[in-house]
T-cell receptor, first 115, second 113 residues
Framework: DAGVIQSPRHEVTEMGQEVTLRCKPISGHNSLFWYRQTMMRGLELLIYFNNNVPIDDSGMPEDRFSAKMPNASFSTLKIQPSEPRDSAVYFC?????????????FGEGSWLTVV | GESVGLHLPTLSVQEGDNSIINCAYSNSASDYFIWYKQESGKGPQFIIDIRSNMDKRQGQRVTVLLNKTVKHLSLQIAATQPGDSAVYFCAENKGSGANNLFFGTGTRLTVIP
């Protein structure tokens, strides 16, 4: 079975540019998560969706960040405008549903560098 | 200036030895815990989980122990192999939903052939 699929795997962009990260969750999974991993802060939850609806976006750093899930098989995380401090690995993850005990499966990550 | 960041604890073990990775969690109300393995350049991979009504759970070559009294979690890997080299994270679920998954800083395990 295909796991969580993320694109692009690597992106280098200039400060001020818009960045769009894409995610396809595991088929049949109803919950989708966006995490960010940095050396400074470790692995942090940015936002999560349940049944395509954003449930908790309290981890989104600021208004420059936005996430959408137009359907059950696709989500985007957008940064506009991007800044060097946004450089990180962004992981998308999914689980069968939002109940505790459902394993969260991670994608391979999108490695973002903003110069 | 001084570099500030997460300083990962490290553990080096000889191939074939057993490894024990420790984790302290923060919330006494947490009742679900997970261990993840993250290899270089990859996403975290689920290893094993345990609920707070258990003290021990075994998987294939891995055992998780939970001590709720001191809020301590450990992951034991038997007969450690070079492929076990990775960063290991414990995560606790503090609430009622899967979203309330908080990750520790991780431990880097290096297996010496």
């Amino acid at each position: 079975d295909a796991g969580v699929i993320q694109s692009p795997r690597h992106e280098v962009t200039e400060m001020g540019q818009e960045v769009t990260l894409r995610c396809k969750p595991i088929s049949g999974h109803n919950s989708l998560f966006w995490y960010r991993q940095t050396m400074m802060r470790g692995l942090e939850l940015l936002i999560y969706f349940n049944n395509n609806v954003p449930i908790d976006d309290s981890g989104m750093p600021e208004d420059r960040f936005s996430a959408k899930m137009p359907n059950a098989s696709f989500s985007t995380l957008k940064i506009q405008p991007s800044e060097p401090r946004d450089s990180a690995v962004y992981f998308c993850a999914s689980s069968r549903d939002s109940a505790r005990g459902n394993t969260i499966y991670f994608g391979e990550g999108s490695w973002l560098t903003v110069v | 200036g001084e570099s500030v960041g997460l300083h990962l604890p490290t553990l080096s073990v000889q191939e074939g030895d057993n490894s024990i990775i420790n984790c302290a969690y923060s919330n006494s109300a947490s009742d679900y815990f997970i261990w993840y393995k993250q290899e270089s350049g990859k996403g975290p991979q689920f290893i094993i989980d345990i609920r707070s009504n258990m003290d021990k759970r075994q998987g294939q070559r891995v055992t998780v122990l939970l001590n709720k009294t001191v809020k301590h979690l450990s992951l034991q890997i038997a007969a450690t192999q070079p492929g076990d080299s990775a960063v290991y994270f414990c995560a606790e679920n503090k609430g009622s939903g899967a979203n309330n998954l908080f990750f520790g800083t991780g431990t880097r395990l290096t297996v010496i052939p």
